[in-house]
């Protein structure tokens, strides 16, 4: 990845997950796309949502690519940091996305696979807006301080352990949902580690594995007493 704070996201011609699609669209959807920061992925999905309505999470995949593991784990966490987190099973539904994805980048796949099931749930328009309102003042600023170093940390086997660690992540919400507002520091987590990979900022993912590492011996220490 040549151009700093920026990553790539390409889609294919088919994909088995998320069905047969018109040839015109899949062509045009397979040419190479840069998107500068999370501001303008953020603007990218709420284009989309006015467009559709809302936004599907076959939308989402579409629009960032069957091979973006980074961003496909970066915004159902991004969304779990939001209010919108207070649903119920909204936070269920993401963790079990983000654990999806991180499983099948643990064990090197290409391309993204969900069942027709996750893909066909859809965010309605106005709750979109509203939570990409909440995470742009977040997203401006990450824009300012993210940028590629320490790449070594972003590739094998660095990103098999993330991986590894986001699905564990990702699988413990749908229990923690019971707990209002628990699992926001486990989507923090993930949302440093997969934004991390995206832009290839070995540093966001070290900060990441302390917050981390902070976190589980807080959390022993409390259980302990």
Not at 13 to 30: S, T
Not at 55 to 77: E, R, T, V, Y
Not at 183 to 192: E, I, K, L, Q, R
């Amino acid at each position: 990845m040549n151009t700093p704070a920026r990553f790539r996201a390409e889609v294919p011609q088919a994909c088995a997950g998320v069905g047969q699609q018109n040839d015109e669209d899949d062509r045009g959807q397979g040419r190479r796309r840069d998107v500068s920061g999370l501001t303008p992925l953020l603007d990218e999905l709420g284009k989309a949502g006015e467009e559709d309505n809302g936004l599907s999470i076959s939308d989402l995949l579409k629009k960032l690519g069957q091979n973006s593991f980074g961003p496909l784990m970066l915004i159902p966490a991004l969304f779990i940091i939001s209010p919108f987190s207070a649903i119920v099973g909204f936070d269920s539904v993401m963790g079990i996305l983000i654990a999806l994805v991180a499983v099948q980048m643990l064990f090197g796949r290409k391309h993204i696979w969900l069942p027709k099931r996750i893909l066909n749930l859809k965010i309605g328009r106005d709750k979109l807006e509203k939570i990409l309102r909440f995470l742009r003042p977040v997203a401006h600023w990450t824009d300012k301080v993210i940028h590629p170093r320490l790449e070594r940390l972003t590739k094998a086997p660095f990103s098999r352990v993330i991986a590894a660690i986001c699905a564990l992540i990702g699988f413990t919400m749908p229990p923690l949902e019971v707990i209002p507002f628990s699992n926001t520091a486990g989507a923090a987590v993930v949302s440093f580690l997969s934004l991390g990979i995206t832009v290839r900022d070995g540093v966001l993912i070290a900060v990441a594995l302390v917050l981390l590492i902070i976190a589980l011996g807080g959390g022993a220490y409390y259980f302990l007493l």
